[in-house]
């Protein structure tokens, strides 16, 4: 039998991992930590649900509906579009297709043109049609220049896609590949947005508890600290311990498959993200229902979110869970994050007050994403880009998303099989 060892517990290494055991495969998958996911990964506290961060499942990603057992997830969805907010008012912006009752709200927002209303239909049939090879080929630019040759209105971009699209790419000024955009705004209109009742932690859970089902074995708390590879197989260091396998799969975090591989287009540049989370009591309305509230002003924060109104189950009966996210690996002290959250909503909301917001924790996730400009994704390597029987797995094969994280776990294990 052959053997495999897999270096990462992420989404890319359990994807791995599971399509190796189903053929047969002795897998052995190694992660670090005392938990598997990666970067998805949720705790639960004094009957809260806090999510590593801001995180969210597009529930038509191709990969996520091939991977995943969404009824098993348990999917609570967001409503479509978004509440725009700025001082002393607010507006809701939604997709009329999917949210009918939102209709005239959006018909009359004044945060964007009419023309941009259209345009955005137009955009939505021309994308229906377009094949994801088509939108990840081609010529690239960013996306604000892409948003500028459609002919959208710099209102509809500094308003709406730069607070919506910064949260998708942790980038307000719209600098990334409009591929990303894309593609992003297809599975937006084809599917839904969603988090696991149980939070996003429960997406690596299940994948675990397939790989362990289709026979691999995952190890916790184990390092990997070496890799050598050739043609005849590899040696791997665990702890200080030399492993002998027939093949290995580096599914780590972009900078440490760099370290192990050597691959030197494994980007390693990233962007980070702040989430902080509240508490505050239930019944008080904050007029967005399921949706975002974006920031047309200022990233101070990029938006806020009422968590529990999408998932009731994350918060106790009595509170409830908002967040607020800041875009960046912000240097600023949680304090003052608290305080600048505490600004935006008394400029949004100047007919309430809140005196019973109280600031539960603070994620810092400093490499969410990696930076994807324009161009970037092509340059991206591939999964048997290491020498020997050595290859990748993680959205850096890809692009930085949930579906590129799984669809490069696939494509690790088709490359090991087909070597094999």
Same mark, same amino acid.
């Given at each position: 039998?052959?053997?495999?060892?897999?270096?990462?517990?992420?989404?890319?290494?359990?994807?791995?991992?599971? &399509?190796?055991?189903?053929?047969?495969?002795?897998?052995?998958?190694?992660?670090?930590?005392?938990?598997?996911?990666?970067?998805?990964?949720?705790? &639960?506290?004094?009957?809260?649900? =806090?999510?590593?961060?801001?995180?969210?499942?597009?529930?038509?990603?191709?990969?996520?509906?091939?991977?995943?057992?969404?009824?098993?997830?348990?999917?609570?969805?967001?409503?479509?579009?978004?509440?725009?907010?700025?001082?002393?008012?607010?507006?809701?912006?939604?997709?009329?297709?999917?949210?009918?009752? +939102?209709?005239?709200?959006?018909?009359?927002?004044?945060?964007?043109?009419?023309?941009?209303?259209?345009?955005?239909?137009?955009?939505?049939?021309?994308?229906?049609?377009?094949?994801?090879?088509?939108?990840?080929?081609?010529?690239?630019?960013?996306?604000?220049?892409?948003?500028?040759?459609?002919?959208?209105?710099?209102?509809?971009?500094?308003?709406?896609?730069?607070? =919506?699209?910064?949260?998708?790419?942790?980038?307000?000024?719209?600098?990334?590949?409009?591929?990303?955009?894309?593609?992003?705004?297809?599975?937006?209109?084809?599917?839904?947005?969603?988090?696991?009742?149980?939070?996003?932690?429960?997406?690596?859970?299940?994948?675990?508890?397939?790989?362990?089902?289709?026979? !691999?074995?995952?190890?916790?708390? +184990?390092?990997?600290?070496?890799?050598?590879?050739?043609?005849?197989?590899?040696?791997?260091?665990?702890?200080?311990?030399?492993?002998?396998?027939?093949?290995?799969?580096?599914?780590?975090?972009?900078?440490?498959?760099?370290?192990?591989?050597?691959?030197?287009?494994?980007?390693? !540049?990233?962007?980070?993200?702040?989430?902080?989370?509240?508490?505050?009591?239930?019944?008080?309305?904050?007029?967005?229902?399921?949706?975002?509230?974006? /920031?047309?002003?200022?990233? +101070?924060?990029?938006?806020?979110?009422?968590?529990?109104?999408?998932?009731?189950? &994350?918060?106790?009966?009595?509170?409830?869970?908002?967040?607020?996210?800041?875009?960046?690996?912000?240097?600023? !002290?949680?304090?003052?994050?608290?305080?600048?959250?505490?600004?935006?909503?008394?400029?949004?909301?100047?007919?309430?007050?809140?005196?019973?917001?109280?600031?539960?924790?603070?994620?810092?996730?400093? =490499?969410?994403?990696?930076?994807?400009?324009?161009?970037?994704?092509?340059?991206?390597?591939?999964?048997?880009?290491?020498?020997?029987?050595?290859?990748?797995?993680?959205?850096?094969?890809?692009?930085?998303?949930? /579906?590129?994280?799984?669809?490069?776990?696939?494509? +690790?294990?088709?490359?090991?099989?087909?070597?094999?």
């Amino acid at each position: 039998m052959k053997r495999v060892l897999v270096a990462g517990g992420g989404l890319a290494g359990l994807v791995a991992a599971r &399509h190796l055991a189903e053929t047969g495969v002795d897998v052995e998958l190694l992660e670090r930590r005392d938990e598997v996911g990666g970067r998805v990964r949720t705790v &639960h506290e004094d009957g809260y649900t =806090f999510d590593r961060g801001f995180q969210v499942l597009f529930t038509a990603y191709p990969a996520v509906k091939r991977e995943l057992d969404l009824d098993a997830l348990d999917l609570r969805h967001f409503t479509p579009g978004a509440c725009i907010a700025r001082e002393g008012q607010r507006s809701i912006l939604s997709d009329p297709f999917r949210d009918p009752g +939102a209709f005239t709200d959006s018909l009359f927002n004044r945060e964007v043109t009419t023309r941009d209303k259209l345009r955005v239909l137009k955009l939505r049939r021309a994308l229906a049609n377009k094949s994801h090879t088509a939108i990840f080929s081609g010529s690239d630019r960013s996306i604000r220049e892409y948003l500028d040759d459609r002919g959208f209105s710099e209102g509809f971009i500094e308003n709406f896609a730069a607070p =919506f699209y910064g949260g998708i790419t942790l980038d307000r000024s719209l600098s990334n590949s409009a591929r990303v955009f894309e593609y992003t705004f297809k599975m937006l209109t084809a599917g839904l947005i969603a988090v696991p009742a149980a939070g996003m932690g429960a997406i690596p859970e299940q994948l675990a508890d397939n790989a362990r089902e289709a026979g !691999a074995t995952i190890t916790l708390g +184990a390092t990997v600290e070496a890799i050598e590879a050739d043609d005849d197989g590899a040696t791997v260091t665990v702890d200080g311990e030399s492993r002998s396998a027939d093949a290995v799969i580096v599914a780590t975090d972009p900078p440490t498959a760099g370290e192990l591989t050597g691959v030197e287009s494994i980007p390693t !540049a990233g962007r980070g993200c702040v989430t902080q989370y509240y508490s505050m009591p239930a019944g008080k309305d904050l007029g967005a229902g399921k949706r975002l509230i974006l /920031n047309a002003e200022s990233d +101070a924060p990029n938006q806020v979110l009422v968590n529990s109104e999408v998932a009731p189950e &994350h918060a106790p009966d009595d509170r409830q869970l908002v967040s607020a996210t800041f875009l960046g690996d912000r240097g600023e !002290a949680d304090a003052r994050l608290d305080d600048m959250t505490r600004r935006a909503l008394a400029s949004w909301y100047p007919e309430q007050n809140f005196p019973d917001f109280q600031l539960l924790r603070t994620e810092r996730v400093p =490499f969410a994403q990696f930076e994807q400009p324009p161009e970037s994704l092509s340059e991206l390597p591939s999964v048997d880009a290491p020498e020997g029987r050595c290859y990748l797995a993680g959205e850096y094969t890809r692009w930085s998303s949930i /579906n590129g994280a799984m669809e490069s776990g696939k494509d +690790a294990a088709q490359a090991v099989l087909s070597e094999l």
